[in-house]
């Protein structure tokens, strides 16, 4: 039988605990497990390379995402560290330009150090991205919504081009969650997640998942997991199931929330520009203000937390040039799109008129300021 998305939260990877009956896949607290004979198992044999709490998380992010193999990481970086993983030098990567400070720090600090290269457009035109492959192209790596500008790209149109060319299409879906979109479905070949943001949407686990429907690559993915050992215990584990059984509730409320908070935005007179494609529960803005102005802005918020990540219930805040994207250069950033005085917001699950009036006390603030400036 084909379950719908609620159900498949709650139940896929979830069977309940055989010998006590428990409803909640237990924490199997353990980093070895008994062997019938030397290298025959049970189905266990040591955690690093399968355990039965993380098996669970496992078949239930595949599940989510429409797929056949999910293998879950430790935190989104060393999620996308195990995709990177299948380049060899002399590789080529085309990529979005708009994307997460931390992808684009592991590809232009780390694996471009192995003689991989990597190109950046803008994938919002899928003919740009077309144009940017090569014979040595290996991915295609895309980040939609983006961040922090949340742009959008059409993955189908992308995936295609790039299927053409034998290239593999990677898509990292934080922002939109399998709750909003999933990227398999129109083509993609492999899907990336923090899950330490909406999936867990707690703050209180780190995680990351790669998904994918392709035996060979899963194949591949799942040695360099279990080579690497960059695994989450169990714990974390626990924990990003418990959150998923709420992701859609959350998903929904959280987008209806920033859909008001975009729209009181945009008529604000000290709010310079707002970036939001219409869905999801990630609102960027600009002041219209310098730096200072804007610093101070960050400090007047009372319900807002300044933090770094996202998706959690609780409404988070950062200042993309100094905290998630401090590590792209300043010329870098500029050419994209992310001003010095850009703000992201994460919207949790306070009441939206209670976060909008403490935007509003922070923007009246800020207006004052310029005006005896």
């Not at 399968?50 to 989510?64: C, G, M, Q, W, Y």
Request: glycine share 8%.
């Amino acid at each position: 039988m084909s379950y719908r998305f609620e159900t498949l939260a709650i139940h896929a990877g979830h069977n309940d605990d055989d010998p006590t009956g428990a409803v909640t896949t237990p924490v199997y607290q353990s980093s070895t497990f008994r062997q019938q004979e030397p290298g025959v198992t049970s189905g266990f044999g040591y955690a690093r390379t399968d355990h039965p709490t993380r098996r669970a998380l496992e078949e239930n992010l595949a599940a989510l995402e429409g797929a056949r193999y999910g293998l879950a990481f430790a935190s989104g970086m060393a999620a996308i560290h195990n995709v990177l993983s299948i380049l060899r030098s002399g590789d080529h990567v085309v990529s979005t330009q708009d994307l997460y400070g931390g992808a684009w720090r592991i590809f232009t600090k780390y694996f471009a150090k192995f003689g991989i290269e990597f190109t950046f457009v803008d994938a919002g035109d899928a003919n740009a991205a077309g144009e940017a492959l090569r014979p040595e192209t290996k991915l295609l790596w895309l980040e939609t919504p983006s961040n922090p500008l949340l742009k959008l790209t059409d993955i189908a149109a992308c995936a295609a081009l790039a299927k053409r060319r034998g290239v593999v299409t990677v898509v990292d879906n934080t922002f939109a969650t399998p709750v909003l979109q999933q990227p398999l479905a129109l083509g993609a070949d492999i899907v990336v997640l923090s899950t330490t943001k909406f999936i867990n949407g707690h703050s209180d686990a780190l995680g990351g998942a790669v998904i994918t429907n392709d035996e060979a690559l899963f194949a591949e993915l799942k040695f360099f997991q279990n080579a690497v050992g960059a695994v989450p215990g169990p714990q974390d584990c626990f924990l990003i199931q418990r959150g998923i059984r709420t992701l859609a509730l959350r998903v929904e409320r959280q987008s209806a929330s920033a859909e008001r908070v975009a729209r009181y935005l945009r008529q604000h007179e000290a709010v310079a520009r707002v970036h939001y494609p219409g869905f999801g529960a990630i609102v960027s803005f600009e002041l219209d203000a310098d730096v200072e102005t804007t610093r101070e802005f960050t400090k007047s918020l009372k319900l807002w937390t300044l933090a770094e990540s996202l998706g959690s219930v609780k409404s988070l805040f950062c200042h993309p040039p100094t905290m998630t994207h401090a590590s792209v250069e300043p010329e870098v950033r500029r050419r994209v799109g992310i001003a010095d005085g850009l703000l992201r917001l994460s919207i949790g699950l306070e009441h939206v008129d209670d976060l909008i009036d403490d935007l509003e006390q922070g923007l009246a603030s800020v207006t004052l300021e310029e005006k005896s400036a």
